[in-house]
């Protein structure tokens, strides 16, 4: 039988937590030493720590799971910048998905992609929502996961 009681009372203890849980996720993002971090919150274009820590785990040179995926050499104050700068490309839908992709050239070497292959590249993956969903070092390419 439904109880409407306990529906509302969990209703409010979960929407208490998820605020509670943005407010630590913003605090935790202010923390990076960017310009502009609030261009991190756009509604259209978005990082949360969920998909910043995806990207870390699967690309970040420091840690060492996911051997044959890309991975980034630089910091990761670097490695949030451009995938806020990434934000000024034009998003192209990804065949297949509803997803988009932006692809940025930094000009300087951010890491090597997926074939070992030094580049300047970094691919953001985001959702149609704005939510930015992966992003890691190199072009994008259909098997990408």
């Known amino acids: 039988m439904f109880n409407e009681q306990e529906f509302i009372k969990l209703l409010f203890l979960l929407s208490d937590t998820q605020a509670c849980i943005s407010h630590m996720e913003k605090d ?5 030493p960017l310009p502009d971090k609030g261009k991190l919150f756009r509604k259209t274009y978005y990082l949360s720590a969920t998909s910043l820590a995806h990207i870390l785990e699967r690309h970040y040179y420091k840690i060492s799971r ?30 297949g998905s509803l997803n988009f992709k932006r692809t940025i050239d930094t000009g300087t070497q951010i890491g090597f992609d997926k074939d070992a292959q030094s580049t300047t590249i970094i691919t953001v993956i985001t959702e149609p929502g704005g939510a930015v969903k992966t992003a890691f070092p190199g072009q994008y390419s259909i098997d990408k996961t």
């Open 28 to 32: 935790l993002l202010y923390q990076l």
């Open 66 to 95: 996911h051997p044959a995926c890309g991975k980034f050499i630089v910091d990761v104050p670097t490695i949030v910048h451009w995938i806020k700068e990434a934000f000024t490309c034009e998003p192209t839908p990804i065949s």
